[in-house]
């Protein structure tokens, strides 16, 4: 159970591996995730599932480097098995027919957006993607975003490929053009919270993925707590997706950093 079938690097902090869960990929819908230990020691790591092969029984999953636990999965090998890997968790993304739709997606939160993307597409919708990255060579997943979107703009931070700037400066475009019925960003917190003021400037809602720290992905912690509406939410079972519009952005992205000492400290001993 849960063995490493095939591992690729897709860019200096960003990697692919497809995983078998034979269980989970008969569950898994857009918008879930996994919760994975690679060992007795290792902290558990909430990992949105990219694609879902029922038939191979595989996940694909896609991670960033961030710190001491995904430098270790990183360095996993294939044919090596993983502790343990618990799943699908989240509520999915309600997909059903909307008309047009906006998706948004920057750095690795493309992974977590591209089965969204896809399945809106299988569901009728005329899907416009907007994905953003850094540079060039952190744009993940192109090809795959193209075939399943009527219309996709690349946007790059230092202008390597297409739009040079942010997501939401060709956002505001899109929508300026009108007839986006819902609109969805996954990304860092801050170009969520931006791409909410934008979507909420024309009046459109917009779906965000939130990804706080979580211990045991099934409600009982509460490490993974979340402002929605003036209410207390857990992320695992009521989200990860959320309406922008209700999300105490302040609060949230201040717990994103709240234990930030500790991880670079626990990344830099790793790496000694
Ligand atoms: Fe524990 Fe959500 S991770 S309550």
Not at 161 to 177: A, D, I, N
Request: charged share 15%.
């Amino acid at each position: 159970m849960f063995k490493i079938i095939e591992r690729t690097v897709l860019s200096a902090n960003e990697f692919q591996i497809w995983l078998a869960a034979p269980r989970i990929a008969m569950k898994a819908q857009p918008g879930q995730f996994i919760i994975l230990r690679i060992n007795e020691y290792g902290e558990r790591i909430p990992l949105t599932i990219c694609e879902a092969d029922a038939t191979a029984g595989t996940l694909r999953i896609i991670f960033q480097v961030i710190g001491k636990s995904t430098a270790e999965l990183a360095q996993v090998e294939v044919g090596s098995t993983l502790l343990d890997v618990v799943g699908p968790l989240g509520k999915p993304t309600v997909i059903k027919h909307y008309g047009t739709v906006l998706l948004v997606g920057g750095g690795v939160g493309i992974a977590a957006l591209f089965p969204i993307i896809k399945g809106l597409k299988q569901a009728g919708n005329h899907v416009i993607t907007i994905i953003g990255a850094k540079t060039a060579g952190l744009l993940i997943l192109q090809e795959e975003c193209a075939h399943y979107s009527d219309e996709l703009i690349l946007v790059t931070d230092d202008g390597s490929v297409g739009h040079h700037g942010l997501v939401t400066e060709p956002m505001k475009k899109v929508l300026q053009r009108g007839g986006i019925a819902v609109a969805w960003a996954i990304g860092p917190s801050v170009m969520m919270k931006y791409c909410t003021q934008v979507a909420m400037q024309f009046d459109v809602p917009i779906y965000v993925s939130l990804n706080p720290i979580m211990v045991d992905g099934t409600g009982m912690c509460g490490g993974c707590r979340v402002m929605i509406n003036n209410q207390i939410k857990f992320a695992c079972v009521d989200g990860p997706e959320f309406l922008g519009a209700e999300v105490d952005w302040n609060s949230f992205i201040q717990r994103m950093h709240q234990y930030h000492p500790e991880e670079v400290a626990a990344y830099q001993a790793y790496q000694v």
